[in-house]
């Protein structure tokens, strides 16, 4: 029997067993027992190969061997989990041996243009809960029967909150225990890889939450994992001073170790080569690269979580140059997604908590007379980098709709009456400008369909709205089909170019174009209303004349009955207004707008 080691940590199968490797720098001796060999404790003693790595070659083992570690330490005995292990029986329970590449199918899926992505964020364990017993929750394969839905909706991007093995059923994903498996209740690491190729086989990208700013805290077997630490903090993987400090307990990863660098950055690997996701979204990166995250003017530097992100973000452009890296910085900072030549940290695109909360106010604030439209224009004018696609823009994310504070947008308009005029008209109105702005537009599970409960790990989406709404789905699957150009007429709402036409205080008209650099003669142009009042005739300066289409009315009475017709497909150009050379007359719908093309 050929007993020759395998390269790689955690559990390396091969064709002749498996090597088991562990980090136990502190370790006096290491065993790894299991299934393999009864649980035997003594039996199988790995091999120090320096370095503080430890290796043991068994040939019994097999795809489903259940294992764990014992580290001796100082007179102490630990049974510790693989900090590598693919599959978990649960958060606390043995860790799996998993081929990981097992049925892989390399179908060379391409994630669409930056331009063109358009986002919707869901959470596995309540997205879809069909066919599930009560008290279960969704998993990767009930979350891909509602693909087809995902596809016709014209969404091209899924990002998914985090799936990395976490304490008990019920979670938002964000305080990972087992980083390198897939959480057990959704279905483990072959759902994942399910789910990933059900949604390429229609068009879909993947992107998929990750969590290096802290680990843990509960469950947390990474935790002094081989006996040593300082200050009684976290031992090998976590900083054991003041820089370990999180809102989530001590738990930052220490970036400046070699060890948990490649650590983290094997795990970034690992879902967009053997998982096959398209891209990454780095949950809370300030935290990362900042010492406190409180202190508003941004504080100081955390040198080594710089030097981390900016590392992994170039070997990742390097080997997966399509794609794509989301930052959640929420600081307006432009050296996230700035350039790697340029010192920045090289994101692609970065939530900014702003865009949210100021169009969130806007359209919440019951009185016209205490509205401003300066702060949408402001909005639509924001940009990182000179580029407008290096922000993600949405109305609604898991963290805007997640408590009794914070509630669905239409219950925030119309609280108590989260399906009536105004919260369907407001709503849509801000779906409107999202889809229109510049940036990547998101949004959040059930939105399109006027979800109106906080979102809870607890409260499946409720798919019977659905039907009941269908007019409104209809809304957001044209809005979604204009912005990615589908047709071919709307091709500015995906180029870079944004000019203000018109700013109308008193009567809280904005119209705004926007247009590809490829071809600046055919701009879109968009006229949103952010008043009650419905406005007939209403005439705004344009740049170019010509016959115009309203090619789409938010205000359209088949969206919902409660929508005032605003019948008018057809706009012809008149005289100049206001420093342009032409002008346009139109009707626009009450809290509503307008999308004209040429």
């Given at each position: ?299 100081a530097v955390l040198e080594e979580g710089v030097g981390f992100l ?232 344009v740049h170019h004349g010509g016959n115009w289409n309203v090619i ?47």
């Amino acid at each position: 029997m050929n007993n020759e080691k395998y390269s790689g940590m955690g559990a390396i199968l091969g064709p002749e067993g498996v090597t088991f490797r562990v980090w136990a720098p502190n370790a006096e001796k290491v065993f790894v027992f299991g299934s393999f060999n009864e649980w035997n404790d003594s039996s199988c003693e790995m091999e120090h190969e320096g370095n503080g790595y430890w290796s043991f070659h068994a040939s019994d083992a097999s795809e489903g061997t259940e294992y764990k570690f014992i580290i001796h330490n100082n007179g102490n005995v630990l049974h510790r989990n693989d900090p590598y292990a693919l599959k978990m029986t649960n958060s606390v329970g043995n860790s799996v041996v998993y081929d990981l590449w097992k049925d892989f199918n390399d179908h060379e899926f391409r994630p669409p243009a930056i331009n063109e992505m358009v986002i919707y964020e869901l959470h596995i364990g309540t997205f879809n809960r069909e066919g599930r017993e009560d008290g279960q929750v969704g998993d990767f394969y009930t979350a891909a029967k509602k693909l087809d839905y995902i596809r016709d909706l014209g969404v091209n991007t899924v990002e998914i909150m985090p799936v990395a093995e976490f304490p008990g059923d019920l979670s938002w994903g964000y305080n990972p225990s087992n980083p390198f498996a897939v959480e057990t209740s959704y279905g483990g690491p072959d759902a994942l890889k399910h789910f990933v190729f059900e949604a390429h086989m229609r068009g879909i990208a993947v992107i998929l939450d990750v969590v290096y700013n802290h680990l843990g805290p509960t469950d947390l077997n990474l935790w002094q994992y081989d006996g040593w630490e300082e200050n009684g903090k976290g031992g090998i993987y976590f900083y054991n001073d003041h820089r370990a400090k999180t809102p989530w307990g001590d738990t930052r990863p220490d970036y400046g170790r070699p060890e948990v660098r490649n650590y983290l950055r094997d795990n970034a690997l690992l879902w967009l080569e053997a998982f096959q996701c398209d891209g990454l979204r780095f949950d809370a990166t300030a935290i990362i690269r900042l010492l406190n995250v409180d202190d508003q003017m941004g504080g100081a530097v955390l040198e080594e979580g710089v030097g981390f992100l900016r590392s992994l973000n170039q070997e990742i452009k390097e080997k997966f140059p399509h794609k794509i890296l989301i930052a959640e910085d929420l600081k307006f900072d432009s050296s996230v997604t700035a350039d790697l030549d340029q010192g920045g940290l090289g994101f692609d695109s970065q939530w900014g908590i702003g865009f949210s909360h100021v169009l969130r106010e806007v359209l919440t604030i019951s009185n016209d007379h205490d509205r401003s439209i300066n702060a949408v224009e402001n909005l639509l004018l924001s940009k990182f980098n000179n580029d407008v696609f290096e922000k993600v823009i949405y109305t609604e994310s898991h963290d805007e709709v997640a408590n009794i504070e914070s509630k669905r947008l239409p219950e925030e308009i119309q609280p108590g009456d989260a399906e009536g005029e105004y919260a369907k008209k407001k709503s849509t109105l801000g779906a409107l400008v999202i889809f229109t702005a510049p940036g990547i537009p998101m949004i959040f599970q059930g939105q399109e369909f006027l979800t109106y409960e906080h979102f809870h790990d607890s409260k499946p989406l409720d798919w019977g709205r659905l039907e009941y709404f269908g007019g409104i789905v209809n809304l957001y699957r044209d809005l979604i089909h204009l912005r990615k150009a589908s047709e071919g007429f709307a091709r500015g709402l995906n180029g870079q170019g944004i000019d203000i036409l018109h700013h109308d205080d008193q009567g809280l008209v904005l119209a705004y174009a926007r247009y590809h650099h490829d071809d600046p003669d055919n701009p879109v142009v968009i006229v949103v209303n952010f008043s009650v009042e419905t406005k007939l005739g209403y005439r705004f300066g344009v740049h170019h004349g010509g016959n115009w289409n309203v090619i789409f009315n938010s205000g359209w009475s088949g969206y919902d009955q409660v929508f005032s017709e605003v019948d008018v497909k057809e706009v012809h150009s008149g005289e100049g207004l206001n420093g342009k050379q032409h002008s346009l007359v139109v009707d626009i719908p009450s809290y509503g707008g307008l999308i004209l093309s040429r």
